[in-house]
């Protein structure tokens, strides 16, 4: 009977997380992939990401790509990190339900530990989209944000080189 009511307390929780991780209406986190909306940038999937792909069409000069370049890989490796912690609570879970003997102060301590890193997890994200953001100008911000939305974009203009004069 414990593990009846244990199965069907994972199985509820199973299908609300995702909406207690993602907010109503879908993912409000930019980089999560369990709402799959917009994120808090207006950008699907991640941030940097995103604007490393449309660099050219943002006009980002090489010292920009570089500084997002850089932001991107430690994010990938804060999350990664995050995520594999989120993986082994999972596979204790698993191992806590199905075990001979479930033990129901041990699933709730394992399902607060999974809140805790998913809340973890979208500070990471919200942190590294605001960071992100101060990368670029607000013209470049604006040109992405219509990259995003559908808008059509013109390419940002090439910075003017002077011409030295010629002796």
Request: aromatic content about 4%; charged content about 20%; hydrophobic content about 40%.
């Amino acid at each position: 009977m414990v593990r009846a009511t244990l199965f069907v307390a994972l199985l509820s929780l199973a299908l609300t997380l995702p909406a207690a991780a993602c907010g109503p209406g879908g993912c409000s986190i930019g980089g999560c992939s369990m709402g799959g909306g917009a994120g808090v940038t207006g950008v699907q999937g991640n941030y940097y990401f995103t604007a490393l792909l449309n660099a050219k069409r943002l006009g980002l000069s090489d010292a920009q790509v570089a500084q997002i370049r850089e932001r991107y890989r430690s994010q990938r490796v804060q999350e990664e990190a995050i995520r594999h912690r989120l993986d082994e609570a999972r596979q204790q879970l698993q191992e806590a339900i199905t075990g001979t003997s479930a033990d129901e102060a041990q699933v709730e301590t394992i399902l607060a530990q999974m809140r805790n890193l998913k809340a973890e997890l979208r500070a990471s994200v919200l942190q590294s989209a605001e960071a992100g953001q101060r990368l670029l100008t607000e013209a470049q911000r604006d040109r992405l944000w219509r990259l995003v939305s559908g808008e059509p974009v013109a390419a940002a203009a090439k910075p003017q080189v002077k011409a030295s004069p010629e002796s």
